[in-house]
């Protein structure tokens, strides 16, 4: 006989399974078991196999999918950027702003002038907005220091989040996200900093999962990430890659020939780019928040992400400058009406394509038994309704590893 932890019943499940034929892996009246913090059985009630349970929950219908993964935010900076988005409006451009001293630089200026509690604080209450709407998995990257003390910090920040939230919180860096002023003309020596001193440091003292970089004619060149991503390599991290966002600079190419994680933006990526991703199995990461603040009319092409296969996540981009979205819900709206996601390739994307963006795949992101039990459950009628509306707060209850989550 089976004992579980708990059991919750008279449920819809969208197990999110890649290549169920039911859409979403359906299951109508369905049931999941978890034990240890794991699921341990889903499938119809009518299946249930002899059992004990600690606790028995029925949900009177509603729908339980995997909790969502935001697999690209910037959450943890100082400052404020609103100024910026008044400007734009009136007509500035993003390389006119940073020219003026704006863009990354300010927020840089704003997070090596907070402490780590100022850090902290203001994260902390965006990740719990985040938990609110059903996402237990946020990845947090670094890249408003670009130096060694500051980027540090950012990394022993999001690090404490993950602790003292109880959610998952994987760590990227990106000290390759811009030259700063100290390295004014010289983005060589400064990636060369990065590469042989601060990437080995925070490999060192485990704060980095994976290293992250800003491919584009305002940051840096493919040719020149190349020399960070071989290091990368060496010190045994996985690779993530801003790319082809403003112009087609090489970076899907790039990223797929370092079997990168996740190629993120994509606006300006060629479909042969296209191609070397889906063979390379790298996600194809789209942020339409950015791509909305910006203004952009430059998408994505979804249709040749559909015809080569290449895995397509969405993430909220969370950042003060491009694009200020707190809501994975509303990313996969967005996702939806500017890229012409379907409602469940936007789940897909911010549930099992997401986890395999952190390299979490076999961990979560689809209901299978000896996956954590990170779950949400939703008073919705269809799992389309995720998409469909905006404004929302359907969720009715986030398991973190089989745990209520508060």
């Given amino acids: 006989m089976d004992r579980w932890d708990l059991l919750l019943t008279d449920a819809r499940i969208a197990t999110m399974r890649g290549g169920d034929p039911a859409p979403y892996g359906a299951v109508?009246?369905?049931?999941?078991?978890?034990?240890?913090?794991?699921?341990?059985w889903v499938g119809p009630v009518s299946e249930l196999p002899p059992h004990e349970a600690g606790e028995t929950r029925a949900l009177e219908g509603r729908w339980i999918t995997p909790a969502l993964i935001d697999c690209h935010?910037?959450?943890?900076?100082?400052?404020?950027?609103?100024?910026?988005?008044?400007?734009?409006?009136?007509?500035?451009s993003y390389e006119e702003l940073a020219a003026e001293g704006g863009g990354i630089m300010?927020?840089?200026?704003?997070t090596r002038a907070a402490s780590a509690d100022e850090l902290y604080e203001g994260a902390l209450g965006r990740l719990e907005a985040m938990a609110a709407e059903g996402t237990a998995t946020v990845e947090i990257k670094s890249g408003y220091g670009l130096d060694r003390d500051t980027e540090i910090r950012m990394l022993e920040v999001a690090r404490r989040l993950?602790?003292?939230?109880?959610l998952?919180?994987?760590?990227?860096?990106?000290?390759?996200?811009?030259?700063?002023?100290?390295?004014?003309?010289?983005?060589?020596?400064?990636?060369?900093f990065v590469a042989d001193e601060l990437l080995p440091e925070a490999a060192r003292r485990g704060l980095a999962d994976a290293v992250d970089a800003f491919c584009e004619r305002v940051a840096f060149s493919a040719a020149?990430?190349?020399?960070?991503?071989?290091?990368?390599?060496e010190l045994g991290l996985p690779v993530k890659?801003?790319?082809?966002?403003?112009?087609?600079?090489?970076?899907?190419?790039?990223?797929?020939?370092?079997g990168a994680l996740s190629a993120d933006h994509l606006e300006y990526t060629p479909e042969a780019g296209i191609e070397a991703l889906a063979r390379a199995g790298t996600v194809a990461v789209l942020l339409p928040g950015a791509f909305l603040t910006l203004g952009e009319d430059r998408r994505p092409l979804t249709a040749a992400l559909r015809w080569h296969g290449a895995p397509v996540a969405v993430a909220t981009d969370c950042n003060p400058g491009t694009s200020p979205l707190g809501s994975l819900r509303e990313a996969m709206a967005l996702a939806s009406r500017l890229f012409g996601l379907t409602p469940e390739e936007c789940l897909a994307g911010t549930t099992r394509h997401a986890a395999r963006a952190l390299g979490l795949q076999h961990d979560r992101g689809t209901l299978e038994p000896g996956k954590r039990a990170d779950l949400a459950i939703w008073d919705i009628t269809h799992p389309r309704d995720l998409s469909y509306w905006l404004g929302r707060r359907p969720l009715a209850g986030l398991l973190v590893a089989g745990r209520d989550h508060p």
Avoid: M, W
């Avoid at 109508?28 to 341990?40: K, T, W």
């Avoid at 300010?106 to 704003?110: G, I, K, L, M, P």
């Avoid at 998952?168 to 060369?192: G, I, M, Q």
């Fill in 106 to 110: 300010a927020t840089v200026r704003a």
């Fill in 73 to 92: 935010t910037h959450l943890v900076f100082g400052g404020d950027r609103g100024g910026e988005f008044e400007a734009r409006l009136g007509g500035a």
């Fill in 162 to 166: 993950g602790r003292s939230s109880g």
């Fill in 241 to 258: 890659l801003h790319a082809d966002q403003r112009t087609d600079g090489g970076g899907a190419a790039l990223a797929a020939r370092f």
């Fill in 224 to 233: 020149q990430l190349a020399r960070l991503f071989e290091r990368a390599r």
């Fill in 168 to 192: 998952t919180v994987p760590t990227t860096l990106l000290a390759a996200h811009a030259a700063p002023p100290e390295f004014r003309d010289r983005p060589d020596d400064y990636l060369a």
């Fill in 28 to 40: 109508a009246d369905g049931a999941l078991a978890i034990r240890g913090g794991r699921i341990a």
